[in-house]
């Protein structure tokens, strides 16, 4: 048996410490009320099978989908975060690559404290209090959807054609981790992205996502559980488990793009980390799935056709 290094045991402990507390936190949570809410029987056993890995995900390619009427269902807003004042937009656009038919609107740090204190006063006392400004910039994402509408992109992100044809189809989008680092890293088949993402105005996910922020609030310091993508991945197989059926047609619907729609490529660092967690015996028909597909010549992947978006 080959000697593990003190950084692995360190690795392999904290995946560990945070794959026992989602699983736990999947059961029930502590709201605002500091009373524990669960689902019910039927409602868990629907959310169990919705995290399970047993097999492997599949996408919905849309492209080939149902036609739209033409009808613009997220509009036209680039929201892009600065954290120092700014006079002049246009390095910003030159990034994110948007044409004169949109808004484009810059948070600067001041701008999206304001908006907080003025729309959201229920939740300023927790947005206030986080420990971090990563945090607090996770959090105000789903608000500003929520208030304004129209698309979030980190910074980094360039488009490489139009998303006309995503905000004509979806209500709302978010694209995804690639699904072997998903299911090697984090043991979900299924991790939500919350770089790019948009929505219609006041929809009901997005909802869920600011009122829940408080249940969240007491997490360990890390804003993937507090705010970020496990927060979002958590609560979007609660919504999905509790509103079947939603077609792409409804307004309540939240539809998951292929990663290869919004690309990037995972670095030499994290592909390493997940050959090794390769080698360790028992692995899942899924885990072996993933496993092949990253030590396959293939998996050194290049934006395609079917790319939208890519983080530089």
Same mark, same amino acid.
């Given at each position: 048996?080959?000697?593990? =290094?003190?950084?692995?045991?360190?690795?392999?402990?904290?995946?560990?410490?945070?794959?026992?507390?989602?699983?736990?936190?999947?059961?029930?949570?502590?709201?605002?009320?500091?009373?524990?809410? #669960?689902?019910?029987?039927?409602?868990?056993?629907?959310?169990?099978?919705?995290?399970? *890995?047993?097999? +492997?995900?599949?996408?919905?390619?849309?492209?080939?989908?149902?036609?739209?009427?033409?009808? +613009?269902?997220?509009?036209? +807003?680039?929201?892009?975060?600065?954290?120092?004042?700014?006079?002049?937009?246009?390095?910003?656009?030159?990034?994110?690559?948007?044409?004169?038919?949109?808004?484009?609107?810059?948070?600067?740090?001041?701008?999206?404290?304001?908006?907080?204190?003025?729309?959201?006063?229920?939740?300023?006392?927790?947005?206030? /209090?986080?420990?971090?400004?990563?945090?607090?910039?996770?959090?105000?994402?789903?608000?500003?959807?929520?208030?304004?509408? /129209?698309?979030?992109?980190?910074?980094?992100?360039?488009?490489?054609?139009?998303?006309?044809?995503?905000?004509?189809?979806?209500? #709302?989008?978010?694209?995804?981790?690639?699904?072997?680092?998903?299911?090697?890293?984090?043991? +979900?088949?299924?991790? *939500?992205?919350?770089? *790019?993402?948009?929505?219609?105005?006041?929809?009901?996910?997005?909802?869920? *996502?600011?009122?829940?922020?408080?249940?969240?609030?007491?997490?360990?310091?890390?804003?993937?559980?507090?705010?970020?993508?496990?927060?979002?991945?958590?609560?979007?197989?609660?919504?999905?488990?509790?509103?079947?059926?939603?077609?792409?047609?409804?307004?309540?619907?939240?539809?998951?793009?292929?990663?290869?729609?919004?690309?990037?490529?995972?670095?030499?660092?994290?592909?390493? =980390?997940?050959?090794?967690? #390769?080698?360790?015996?028992?692995?899942?028909?899924?885990?072996?799935?993933? #496993?092949?597909?990253?030590?396959?010549?293939?998996?050194?992947?290049?934006?395609?056709?079917?790319?939208?978006?890519?983080?530089?």
């Amino acid at each position: 048996m080959r000697r593990l =290094e003190t950084l692995d045991i360190l690795v392999g402990a904290l995946s560990l410490c945070t794959w026992i507390l989602y699983t736990k936190v999947e059961d029930c949570f502590l709201s605002r009320e500091s009373r524990y809410v #669960c689902p019910t029987k039927s409602q868990f056993s629907k959310r169990l099978k919705a995290n399970s *890995l047993d097999e +492997i995900p599949k996408d919905l390619d849309f492209i080939d989908g149902p036609q739209s009427d033409g009808r +613009i269902r997220i509009p036209k +807003i680039m929201h892009q975060f600065v954290n120092k004042k700014v006079t002049n937009t246009s390095l910003s656009k030159t990034i994110i690559n948007v044409d004169s038919s949109w808004e484009y609107i810059v948070w600067t740090r001041e701008k999206r404290h304001t908006f907080v204190h003025e729309k959201f006063k229920d939740i300023t006392p927790f947005y206030d /209090g986080y420990r971090k400004q990563e945090f607090r910039d996770e959090a105000i994402q789903y608000m500003i959807l929520f208030e304004f509408g /129209g698309v979030y992109a980190d910074s980094g992100w360039k488009l490489l054609r139009p998303l006309d044809k995503i905000l004509q189809t979806f209500a #709302c989008f978010f694209g995804q981790v690639w699904h072997e680092e998903s299911i090697l890293t984090f043991h +979900i088949p299924r991790l *939500l992205s919350d770089t *790019l993402m948009g929505c219609q105005r006041g929809h009901p996910f997005m909802k869920i *996502l600011i009122e829940n922020l408080p249940s969240f609030y007491s997490m360990p310091a890390w804003a993937p559980a507090s705010t970020g993508l496990y927060y979002v991945s958590f609560h979007y197989k609660h919504y999905i488990a509790d509103n079947d059926n939603l077609s792409l047609e409804n307004d309540n619907g939240v539809h998951l793009l292929s990663p290869e729609y919004f690309f990037q490529q995972i670095s030499d660092k994290k592909m390493n =980390e997940m050959k090794k967690k #390769c080698e360790i015996q028992g692995l899942s028909g899924v885990q072996k799935w993933a #496993c092949a597909s990253i030590f396959s010549p293939g998996f050194t992947r290049q934006a395609s056709n079917s790319s939208f978006a890519v983080r530089i």
